[in-house]
């Protein structure tokens, strides 16, 4: 009995062992197989908003090259040494920026979504001739400073640092010139990696189909299509949310929970008058009357720590405040959602300085 008890179990069992080794296999690449490219696609947007905030940083660093230049400019117009004082401190302070944010295109800034180091192809440039921006944008930062702070017989168009100075940071001048170089390569790059994902995930989503139909398991049909649709749902979320952004006449901004712009939109610009590469990664305060920014700093700090904040999904009458230093009347409806990096807000504006002059 003991030994056709034995034979039995092991008749009965090698079916069951047959099942687990071929089909389990093909179950775990299955399994994995998805992961990667779920992963993958997730891997897509945060990838753009990297790429974005580089561009954006890379584009504030040409605004602030052409400030040094101006304000070297306007310092050796002036007659007398009275009313250098506040030139020489912002041409310090602007060149003292720009050493900080040419830090964080070098090195990366995490709370700007910025990369620990620049890819292969802007290291060359930055580091290796014939461009060498790395050190050419040392020299003119320290050359700024150096500048700000000659005595006023010296702050003339001959004075070297000021050639240097016009040579690199005019609105031509090669610097400008060189980031703009390095603009393109980040789209070049940027587009380059999205293809490759997107031939990736392809390669992926054919292996899945394979050993679908491999294994016969008609079971796991149903995730692979949950799995498209939650990636059609995603970029047609994304597509949709960048539609509905650009195609609207009120302004609409997201910032992050420090104040750090992320997103403006086409009506932001026409109604505040500062172009995306300008904004997107400065501060929000820049939209902001003086006599608001100290509640608007305590707000953002109240809502990150709390997650409640008494303004959201409500609509608020405050001031807004234009590029060129105007104040005009806004209605704001202000939300916000949670992400893996932390809160966002983001407000919908309106001008409503037709609608006050009709009620008065």
Request: glycine content about 8%; charged content about 25%; some cysteine.
């Amino acid at each position: 009995m003991s030994v056709d008890s034995n034979q039995s179990n092991k008749a009965g069992k090698a079916p069951v062992m047959g099942f687990g080794s071929g089909t389990g296999v093909l179950l775990f690449l299955i399994g994995m197989l998805a992961i990667v490219t779920y992963w993958g696609v997730r891997r897509t947007f945060p990838m753009n908003k990297t790429t974005a905030a580089v561009m954006n940083v890379v584009g504030k660093q040409r605004m602030l090259i052409q400030r040094v230049y101006m304000l070297c400019n306007e310092i050796t117009l002036r007659k007398d040494d009275s009313n250098l004082k506040p030139l020489r401190e912002e041409l310090f302070a602007t060149a003292h920026q720009i050493e900080e944010t040419h830090g964080w295109i070098i090195n990366g800034n995490m709370e700007l979504g910025l990369p620990g180091a620049p890819p292969p192809s802007v290291g060359v440039m930055l580091y290796k001739e014939p461009l060498l921006l790395d050190g050419r944008m040392r020299r003119f930062a320290a050359a700024a400073k150096e500048f700000s702070a000659k005595p006023k017989n010296e702050l003339t168009r001959e004075n070297p640092l000021y050639k240097l100075i016009e040579k690199e940071g005019s609105l031509d001048a090669s610097l400008i010139r060189d980031w703009n170089a390095v603009t393109s390569q980040y789209q070049k790059e940027r587009d380059a990696e999205a293809e490759k994902m997107e031939q990736y995930e392809t390669s992926l989503a054919g292996g899945i189909l394979v050993l679908l139909l491999a294994s016969g398991l008609f079971a796991f049909r149903s995730m692979a299509n949950s799995l498209r649709m939650e990636t059609q749902r995603q970029m047609e979320s994304e597509r949709l949310f960048r539609s509905l952004t650009e195609s609207a006449n009120d302004a609409i901004i997201s910032a992050n929970k420090f104040g750090v712009i992320v997103s403006w939109n086409g009506g932001a610009q026409r109604l505040f008058g500062y172009s995306e590469a300008e904004v997107v990664g400065g501060p929000l305060t820049v939209i902001i009357p003086d006599r608001y920014r100290e509640a608007h700093t305590k707000g953002l700090a109240l809502a990150a720590m709390s997650q409640e904040f008494r303004k959201i999904g409500k609509t608020v009458v405050l001031h807004g405040l234009k590029k060129d230093g105007s104040e005009f009347p806004v209605e704001i409806s202000v939300a916000s959602w949670n992400t893996d990096g932390g809160v966002y807000f983001s407000g919908i504006i309106r001008d409503i300085t037709k609608r006050r002059e009709a009620e008065r």
